[in-house]
């Protein structure tokens, strides 16, 4: 533990310490010190100069060391001539920080009216205006009146769009850098820059497509001014019109901790609606980050867009073939009386997508009747991460020296950013980071070591490791062996058994269902063989697809690899949240009788014999279980729509008919249920997992100025489960099964493989309604090797006809060096239907005239 | 002066060239340096000549070498060949004539810390003294002077030239070491200073092209024969760079605690036209002005005495100001400059120099009234204390003492514009 | 294609080779030079050009770009000639220097002359307080000082410009 230093802020005496800057300091003990470029998560650069105080530091005797006192025995104390910065001075032992001064009040007051001199005041027409720091700070020290002459101020451009997602007001900018900082700082993308100089230093961007980064959103929130704004929000409403509802972002498994802003507005018909989403501070989690993505993509609660996002509003029967509005009476109970009559011929087909208590609910229904649950998923290992997964207390802010991270087979950056960037910290803390990868991803920049393996070879790549440290298994398959003599994977598997805490990631690119299992289980092998669990910081992560599939697992979802065999033979068929006729046709043979229960009328629901619409999660409560088994709730952030109904209440009640014991009412009930019968949940309840305690540093309060826009938690940090391996339970190893087809036996005639990577922004059902996004999501893409394309005639751009698992479609061709030969990547979401590795065919399409 | 320590050239016509320089004692003291003297001694030596640096600062140099951080490798040198002060050419005038003494100064510099490279960051302008230094710099290397394994002593070094691209900021010692590392030239907070924490984040000595060129002679001949120059706590010579209002302006090596008057009347051959004398800024745009009375004129110029005239030693750029000279458009001038060459990273720079500019420019047009000038007074007290670096502190310098020293002048015209407001 | 890469692959080298191996990014101020040298400004995809050399995007390559004067984001005439009217030279009569120095080129201050071959600046400090009136002539042929100047002095050396004789002194320093 760092060395304590006691100073005296304002007649206060605080402990803080030792390196501790005096701005912080003073916040921990509740004095605010006014900044606008200083922010707790960047490092000092005393540019904007409003944090001036008084600093006295004790006298010390030159010849003997000691500190000189004053006639009645107190350390004397020498001011210096010039007021300081607090944002850059680090506190020292004796120090006397004034800040509640005339001296000080007139310092800051000269510097607030130099700032304004060339600033607009246009706080009426600003979206800042209402939670904008300058604006405070200016009822705090601003002039009354203003001496600089208005024609002589600085006049520059409104209305900058910096991309499609931000745009910027060049007169309201202050220069305190600190999009600036967070860009190069923070996210590590540099895209946006000052130009010129002196006064007329303005902010610009030079990337291609503008502000070209995932993480650009943050930057509005702590822009002191109004001069960053999002496309989405900007001219949206007033902060101080606005509702906040906690919230949990439902794009990926990192699980962030969001606020939904909400308005009643006259412009949506009277309707409570979402305006924007901002980052909830939780700092085991998202501190108080968060990606675009799950800034912008939430429009797909709103319906109203085209195609399939249209939300359902009423239950549909089929009747002569069409499907027919009818009451939630008569849909429950023809679907009750399907359900009975199958009884274990019913076959429950739930997304990842879902809360725990919709989970837990289908399952209890299902099972009650005798029938079988699959998960809608291209991703295993859920089991494993119950078992060796990270242990209780894990997080990424505490992992520096001595911890190892192991990233195989994912693409952070793409598939859960804010991870992305708290492990991109945990290496600049001095963690040590293993990137495992079939082709470069930007998080090898932070690496220590690469190791590169085929697609194909994941969970043999891991298992070479653990055999480099000591033959566990003998007689591996040749290419395991193969690879276990490459001296860089040696160093990395070393470096990973040396390290004090080891925690590993694994993630779905080139993967299906078995490959992924196969490598979840190589990873288990490799964390216990390594004693890496059963401890905080330590343990198995998966980087699944969706929000909540190990919240799925958890309740005891499983996917299957017969699944279309499943869904034929099943005599009632239950989809929810899912649309797997809408991802591969050759899915939309289903059995008899087929149930759907959704948000928007997908291809699948538009087969089905009865559609269940149901509540966005903005439109009910309910808990998800993130991807480093943290359960968190959410809240209802607008009221539920006329009409709807929550999954596990729609659940509930056809179980209810059937006479099962199920929960319909309330969410909280369900999860006391879920603590009473999954033993890993055992213990938890609503009130705990809204318990909170404060977090550093501190912000959402009072004074924006200091830590930005991003929500205060005061609705819950969740709670992170403890896996078996922590609970004492044995975790013996067990040897996957090598895919009985090598990469060459899978690969088409043509010798190519597709291989499935996961994009960022895709064009999913909960992506695509916003339509924001689409000028950041690409056409339907394969992406191939120069040398192949070359070999196949494919100029770069050129349009192909891609025939997947028996389907064609047409996709752009992008050629890329970093794509091993022989194989061809194709995005998931994106239009093409590829669920795991498979052969894929190409050749260049017909050109079609327009 | 009996002898150049400096401007040697002016004695020795040809010391820029290889041969002439090492027959006129050139690289001995490098030599004897890397041969015969720990790194250590050097600084020393340095230290007990009472060096003080000739940017402007006025630091001791020896004591900055030996602040570097012998825990952090490697160590830098670079060279502050930045000139860019209003009124300052002189380091010019060395780089161009007398290349080879300052080149061994900064070598000298490098072994002393250690350094086995040096940069040396000229501003943008000095193109053709970077490719005539560049021309140096090799024959250097063809010469053995430069390399790997000096001497067989295995120190090796290189010397490299970098130039800026006009931004006078990059003067400012961390500025210089952000651009050198291909950013905004834009001052770093301090501390940590260079010695600890510089060029790349590694213990680095920046000092000025005419601070490196003491160096030579001073290893040499010692400590003591240079302490024979100048005053007690301003040892050795210094060349004041004179321009403005003077007969002979020019660079004039003169030892440290030469008058004022000495340097205008003596050297520079007298005001213009028999004009009287009104003012000095004795350290260029970043000055305070002084009143030109024979006080000041008999002060001499060292960096304890100009002080006690209200003004600063600097890098001793003296500009001279007659009485034809009217104040008011003098600090609009200065304001001028400083407002273009604001980094813009600090708020009461950025936004001060731009007000001061309105301002200044107001009151020369004779557009203001006494109100603006009292205005202008304030602006530019509300800057001072509060900046990042130094430029801000010294963009106040010249309106301040000018208002101070000057009112007649700014009454003057700030009573034009009352006229005309009057008129019908 | 990296068109400067190319074309100047021995010249970048030589600058990459002044800077230590993992900071390339201390290149990008020669570099810019070497890209105005080729078209007389910085051009965008100069800077994309650049930032593919050093590692780094073209947003941290264009500021330094705006941050520094001598380096120019759009074309102007082939010679820049920029008079320094700074304190110390003004008080040598620059300013008029400059004034009629336009007049006599029938241009305004910042200004190109019809033919596209000179832009009359003016400047800061240069260094020459000396030997003012003075400017400096900025082209794709580097940058050359010229002191102690008259406005028949500077004329002469336009016309010699606009011929097309090179100006820039032989020996390669003032």
């Known amino acids: 533990m760092a060395k304590q230093v006691t100073l005296t802020i304002d007649g206060k005496q605080v402990t803080v310490p030792e390196g501790t800057l005096i701005v912080d300091a003073a916040k921990k003990a509740g004095i605010d010190v006014p900044v606008f470029c200083y922010h707790p998560k960047m490092e000092p650069v005393g540019m904007c100069r409003m944090c001036l105080v008084e600093i006295g530091r004790p006298v010390i005797d030159r010849a003997t060391g000691q500190v000189v006192k004053e006639a009645d025995g107190s350390p004397k104390v020498q001011f210096g001539p010039k007021l300081e910065t607090a944002c850059t001075t680090p506190v020292s032992e004796g120090m006397v920080v004034v800040g509640a001064s005339e001296k000080v009040k007139a310092g800051r007051e000269d510097i607030l009216e130099f700032l304004l001199t060339s600033h607009p005041l246009d706080c009426p027409i600003c979206d800042k205006g209402g939670e904008c720091p300058l604006q405070d700070l200016t009822m705090g020290f601003g002039p009354g009146e203003s001496r600089f002459i208005f024609d002589e101020k600085m006049r520059m451009d409104k209305h900058v769009p910096l991309g499609e997602l931000i745009y910027l007001d060049r007169e309201r900018c202050i220069q305190c850098g600190r999009c600036v900082r967070f860009q190069s700082e923070i996210a590590d993308d540099p895209v946006i820059g000052f130009y010129q100089r002196g006064r007329s230093l303005e902010i610009v961007t030079f990337s291609e497509p503008g502000f070209d980064s995932y993480f650009s959103g943050n930057t509005t929130d702590i822009c002191p001014v109004g001069a960053l704004t999002t496309a989405d929000f900007r001219f949206g409403a007033r902060p101080w019109e606005l509702n906040n509802a906690a919230s949990i972002c439902s794009q990926c498994p990192v699980g962030c901790n969001i606020t939904f802003n909400t308005r009643r507005e006259a412009r949506s018909g009277g309707r409570m609606v979402i305006k924007r989403v901002m980052p909830r501070q939780n700092e085991a989690v998202n501190e108080i980050w968060i990606c675009d993505k799950g800034r912008f993509a939430y429009h797909f609660t709103e319906g109203g867009g085209s195609g399939n996002s249209e939300r359902l509003t009423q239950p549909l029967v089929r009747k002569n073939g069409e499907l027919a509005p009818v009451s939630w009476d008569e849909a429950l109970q023809v679907v009750a009386e399907r359900f009975r009559q199958a009884g274990s011929g019913l076959l429950t087909l739930a997304g990842g997508r879902l809360s725990n208590e919709d989970l837990f609910n289908l399952r209890q229904l299902t099972q009650g009747l005798g029938g079988q649950t699959a998960l809608y998923t291209q991703m295993a290992g859920g089991d494993l991460v119950a078992q060796v997964g990270v242990g209780q207390g894990t997080n990424f802010a505490d992992m520096g020296a001595g911890s190892a991270i192991l990233v195989v087979a994912s693409d952070l950056h793409e598939e859960a950013p804010i991870w992305y960037l708290r492990i991109k910290q945990a290496v600049e803390r001095g963690a040590m980071l293993i990137v495992a990868g079939a082709r470069p991803t930007r998080l090898e920049k932070y690496a220590a070591h690469v190791v590169r393996y085929p697609y194909g070879s994941e969970a043999a790549a891991i298992l070479a490791m653990l055999n480099s440290l000591s033959a566990k298994r003998p007689n591996l398959p040749e290419p395991v062996q193969a690879l276990a003599r490459s001296p860089e994977l040696q160093a990395a598997a070393k470096a990973f058994a040396g390290a004090q805490n080891g925690l590993v990631l694994y993630g779905s690119e080139g993967l299906g269902l078995e490959g992924s299992q196969a490598l979840a289980q190589a990873c288990a092998n490799l964390l216990i063989s390594t004693n890496h669990i059963g401890r905080a910081n330590n343990g198995l992560i998966a980087v699944w697809q969706r929000a909540n599939e190990q919240g799925a697992w958890d309740m005891g979802f499983r996917p299957r690899t017969d699944l279309a065999e499943a869904m034929k033979s099943a005599r009632v068929l239950y989809v929810v949240a899912a649309d797997p006729a809408g991802d591969d046709p050759s899915m939309a043979e289903a059995g008899e009788f087929l149930v759907v229960q959704e948000l928007f009328l997908t291809d699948t629901a538009k087969l089905a014999d009865v559609v269940l619409p149901v509540e966005a999660y903005t439109e009910r409560e309910g808990s998800f279980t993130s991807g480093e088994r943290r359960v968190q709730r959410f809240y209802p952030a607008v009221p539920e729509p006329a009409g709807l109904k929550a999954d596990f209440a729609v659940t509930g009640q056809i179980g209810q008919l059937l006479g099962l014991d199920l929960e319909a009412r309330f969410a909280s009930k369900v999860m006391l249920r879920i603590a009473s019968q999954i033993a890993d949940y055992a213990g938890l309840d609503y009130v705990r997992l809204a318990e909170v305690v404060e977090q550093w540093p501190i912000v959402g309060r009072g004074d924006v100025y200091y830590g930005g826009t991003s929500y205060e938690n005061s609705q819950g940090l969740g709670v992170q489960l403890a896996p078996a391996a922590q609970r004492g339970a044995a975790v013996p190893l067990a040897w996957p099964e090598f895919a009985s087809q090598s990469h060459s036996q899978q690969a088409s005639a043509e010798g190519l493989l597709a291989a499935p990577i996961n994009r960022l922004l895709d064009r999913g059902q909960t992506v695509w309604p916003s339509t924001l996004l689409h000028s950041r999501i690409p056409q339907p893409y394969v992406a191939l090797n120069p040398a192949d394309a070359a070999v196949l005639r494919i100029p770069s751009g050129a349009m192909l006809q891609v025939t997947l698992n028996g389907t064609a479609r047409l996709a752009a061709a992008h050629l890329d060096e970093n794509v091993p030969q022989g194989v061809v990547l194709v995005p998931r979401s994106m239009g093409l239907p590829i669920f795991g590795p498979a052969p894929v065919e190409i050749r260049r399409a017909e050109v079609v005239s327009a | ?424 | ?174």
Not at chain 2, 307 to 324: F, N, Y
Not at chain 3, 20 to 27: C, E, G, L, T
Not at chain 3, 78 to 101: H, M, N, S, W
Not at chain 3, 116 to 127: F, I, N, P, R, S
């Open chain 2, 1 to 424: 002066m009996s002898e150049y320590l400096l401007l040697r050239h002016r004695q020795i016509p040809d010391i820029g060239n290889l041969t002439v320089y090492r027959q006129n004692e050139g690289f001995q003291a490098f030599h004897k340096a890397v041969t015969s003297m720990k790194p250590e001694e050097v600084t020393e030596v340095v230290k007990a000549s009472g060096l003080r640096g000739r940017g402007g600062a006025g630091f001791p140099t020896g004591l900055k070498w030996s602040f570097i951080d012998k825990n952090k490798w490697p160590h830098y040198v670079v060279a502050n060949a930045d000139e860019s002060e209003p009124g300052t050419f002189k380091d010019r005038e060395i780089m161009e004539n007398n290349p080879f003494q300052f080149l061994e100064g900064v070598m000298l510099c490098a072994y002393a810390i250690q350094a086995n490279v040096a940069y040396i960051y000229l501003r943008g302008e000095f193109w053709q003294i970077a490719a005539h230094l560049d021309r140096k710099i090799a024959e250097l290397h063809s010469a053995g002077l430069l390399g790997d394994n000096l001497f067989g002593t295995g120190y090796s070094l290189r010397l490299y030239t970098h130039l800026g691209a006009g931004a006078y900021i990059c003067g400012e010692e961390t500025a210089m070491l952000e651009s050198l590392e291909g950013k905004l030239g834009q001052p770093r907070l301090r501390p940590p200073f260079p010695p600890s924490f510089g060029l790349y984040g590694m213990p680095t000595v920046v000092n000025n092209v005419e601070t490196l060129t003491n160096v030579p002679l001073i290893i040499e001949k010692g400590a003591a024969w240079y302490r024979g120059y100048g005053t007690e706590k301003s040892a050795g010579v210094k060349i004041f760079s004179l321009s403005g209002c003077v007969n002979k302006p020019g660079n004039y090596e003169l030892p440290l605690g030469t008058t004022f008057r000495e340097l205008i009347y003596e050297h520079g051959g007298g005001i213009p036209g028999g004009r009287q004398i009104k003012a000095i800024m004795p350290a260029g745009a970043s000055s305070s002005l002084i009143v030109a009375n024979e006080q000041a004129l008999d002060t001499p110029m060292d960096y304890e005495s100009v002080p006690a005239v209200g003004a600063q030693l600097g890098s001793a750029s003296v500009i001279i100001i007659d009485e034809s000279v009217d104040i008011p458009w003098l600090i609009n001038k200065t304001i001028h400059f400083f407002k273009h060459e604001s980094c813009g990273k600090c708020t009461p720079c950025r936004e001060g120099s731009y007000w001061m500019m309105h301002l200044t420019e107001r009151i020369d047009k004779g557009k203001a009234t006494w109100k603006d000038v009292e205005l202008l007074k304030d602006v530019a007290t509300q800057i001072r204390g509060k900046c990042l670096c130094a430029l801000g502190e010294f963009s106040i310098e010249a309106v301040l003492s000018g208002i101070d020293r000057f009112r007649q002048d700014f009454e003057a015209r700030v009573g034009a514009r009352e006229m005309i407001e009057t008129q019908p």
């Open chain 3, 1 to 174: 294609m990296n068109h400067l890469a190319e074309k100047y692959s021995e010249e970048i080298q030589a600058i990459l080779a002044k800077y230590p191996a993992d900071q390339k990014r201390s290149a990008v101020m020669p570099l810019l030079y070497l890209a105005q040298r080729e078209s007389g400004y910085v051009t965008k995809t100069a800077m994309n050009e650049i930032a593919e050399l050093l590692g780094i995007t073209a947003t941290e390559v264009a500021s330094i770009v705006g941050f520094y004067s001598l380096y120019y984001d759009k074309p102007a005439g082939k010679y820049r000639i920029q008079v320094c009217t700074d304190l110390p030279c003004a008080l040598r009569g620059a300013e008029e220097f400059l004034e009629k120095l336009c007049e006599n080129l029938g241009i305004r201050v910042g200004e190109t002359t019809p033919d596209g071959m000179v832009t009359v600046e003016h400047v800061m400090c240069l260094a020459a307080c000396d030997k003012a009136p003075m400017f400096q002539v900025q082209s794709g042929e580097g940058l050359s000082y010229h002191e102690n100047q008259t406005v028949e002095s500077a004329m002469a050396l336009i016309q010699s410009l606009k011929k097309g004789a090179s100006h820039s002194n032989k020996d390669g320093h003032p």
